[in-house]
């Protein structure tokens, strides 16, 4: 029952993630820094600590007795994701729903599995899986067979975008996708994915604070939630930085008063798309909670932002208009992506 609860939360948090940019889509009038750090400010300062004041009592008395060391990791974390998550707009911008999900996810899959073993190897810690660990063992080599299987998936997912570009008349494209940019949205989405990694990372270094909650007698089900108030700072003053280079540069700052936009709707769809992305993790910490593996967590919680991401780009027509073959090469990669984060999920299961 627990393990159904689990794959449950991670589920609804996949749908949340999958889903938070379509309120974006609706926006009129606005930049995309404009309506994306709107978004942002709901996303990492405002909901995070109201979610905090409600599951975990006294969390700010829990932030302050925390190490300054596990703070300032934790914070370097959010601060690194902060590039993937901005840039993960850019992808979704330049590529669409469909692809842009799959390329940034994939890698960040990827790079989630392997990247903290890598580091273990170089600084052993009792507990931690290193890099040598995955090569001798059947689970790590399930592990590492997963990661080899995802990036195939990629770059079938990288062949299907130039085959659309090269099929799609420019009309279509750009009634699909406005911006639509293979190379420049491939490149910002792989830096996305690298760089996404980091958020999982970041929980990790901040398991201090969620096992004090737990001492606490707090319920285990919203530890991570304390996590989260200090991650995100970290990935807000990345976003807020850019942000405002970017209003400066367009000159854009007008936006957030110009009387010529819909301005109420404005906010409250940005607002809607940042809260939306917060539940996402909100839900990942309920469903780590009852499975009881970060690495196996992960992945499951990438495997349904692809599925519901993709579900998306579909009922957006973003794949309307090219040839069957193509249609079947992104089909291909897609599910290439999701068989990957499954093994590695198995993979993890049997360590």
Same mark, same amino acid.
């Given at each position: 029952?627990?393990?159904?609860?689990?794959?449950?939360?991670?589920?609804?948090?996949?749908?949340?993630?999958?889903?938070?940019?379509?309120?974006?889509?609706?926006?009129?009038?606005?930049?995309?820094?404009?309506?994306?750090?709107?978004?942002?400010?709901?996303?990492?300062?405002?909901?995070?600590?109201?979610?905090?004041?409600?599951?975990?009592?006294?969390?700010?008395?829990?932030?302050?007795?925390?190490?300054?060391?596990?703070?300032?990791?934790?914070?370097?974390?959010?601060?690194?994701?902060?590039?993937?998550?901005?840039?993960?707009?850019?992808?979704?911008?330049?590529?669409?729903?469909?692809?842009?999900?799959?390329?940034?996810?994939?890698?960040?899959?990827?790079?989630?599995?392997?990247?903290?073993?890598?580091?273990?190897?170089?600084?052993p810690k009792p507990g931690k899986t290193s890099f040598h660990d995955l090569l001798?063992?059947?689970?790590?080599?399930?592990?590492?067979?997963?990661?080899?299987?995802?990036?195939?998936?990629?770059?079938?997912?990288?062949?299907?975008?130039?085959?659309?570009?090269?099929?799609?008349?420019?009309?279509?494209?750009?009634?699909?996708?406005?911006?639509?940019?293979?190379?420049?949205?491939?490149?910002?989405?792989?830096?996305?994915?690298?760089?996404?990694?980091?958020?999982?990372?970041?929980?990790?270094?901040?398991?201090?604070?969620?096992?004090?909650?737990?001492?606490?007698?707090?319920?285990?089900?919203?530890?991570?939630?304390?996590?989260?108030?200090?991650?995100?700072?970290?990935?807000?003053? /990345?976003?807020? +930085?850019?942000?405002? !280079? &970017?209003?400066?540069?367009?000159?854009?700052? =007008? @936006?957030?008063?110009?009387?010529?936009?819909?301005?109420?709707?404005?906010?409250?769809?940005?607002?809607?798309?940042?809260?939306?992305?917060?539940?996402?993790?909100?839900?990942?910490?309920?469903?780590?909670?009852?499975?009881?593996?970060?690495a196996s967590s992960w992945i499951l919680h990438m495997a349904f932002i692809i599925?519901?991401?993709?579900?998306?780009?579909?009922?957006?027509?973003?794949?309307?208009?090219?040839?069957?073959?193509?249609?079947?090469?992104? /089909?291909?990669? +897609?599910?290439?992506? !999701? &068989?990957?984060?499954?093994?590695?999920?198995? =993979? @993890?299961?049997?360590?």
């Amino acid at each position: 029952m627990q393990v159904i609860l689990g794959v449950i939360f991670h589920f609804i948090g996949g749908f949340a993630s999958g889903s938070f940019y379509m309120p974006y889509k609706k926006v009129r009038g606005w930049h995309w820094e404009s309506y994306w750090i709107i978004g942002g400010l709901f996303s990492w300062l405002i909901v995070p600590p109201l979610a905090a004041w409600l599951t975990v009592p006294g969390f700010w008395e829990i932030i302050q007795a925390t190490a300054p060391e596990t703070i300032r990791i934790t914070l370097l974390f959010g601060i690194l994701w902060g590039f993937g998550g901005l840039t993960y707009g850019l992808g979704v911008r330049y590529l669409g729903m469909s692809l842009g999900n799959s390329v940034v996810l994939g890698f960040c899959s990827a790079f989630g599995a392997l990247v903290p073993s890598i580091y273990y190897n170089f600084f052993p810690k009792p507990g931690k899986t290193s890099f040598h660990d995955l090569l001798s063992t059947g689970w790590g080599r399930i592990v590492l067979a997963g990661v080899v299987i995802c990036l195939l998936g990629i770059y079938i997912c990288g062949k299907a975008g130039m085959m659309k570009e090269k099929e799609m008349p420019e009309e279509e494209k750009k009634k699909s996708i406005a911006e639509f940019s293979l190379v420049k949205g491939l490149l910002v989405a792989i830096f996305s994915g690298i760089m996404s990694a980091c958020f999982n990372f970041g929980i990790e270094a901040g398991k201090p604070m969620a096992e004090a909650a737990v001492s606490a007698g707090l319920n285990p089900l919203f530890q991570n939630n304390v996590i989260y108030v200090v991650l995100l700072w970290g990935g807000l003053s /990345t976003n807020f +930085i850019w942000c405002m !280079i &970017l209003n400066a540069r367009n000159k854009s700052f =007008g @936006n957030y008063a110009d009387p010529a936009t819909p301005l109420l709707k404005n906010y409250f769809l940005s607002a809607l798309a940042g809260t939306t992305w917060f539940l996402q993790f909100f839900f990942y910490g309920m469903g780590e909670s009852k499975l009881g593996n970060g690495a196996s967590s992960w992945i499951l919680h990438m495997a349904f932002i692809i599925l519901v991401a993709n579900s998306w780009g579909i009922l957006l027509k973003e794949w309307n208009g090219v040839s069957s073959k193509t249609k079947r090469t992104i /089909t291909a990669g +897609i599910l290439m992506i !999701i &068989l990957s984060v499954l093994v590695v999920g198995y =993979g @993890n299961s049997l360590k």
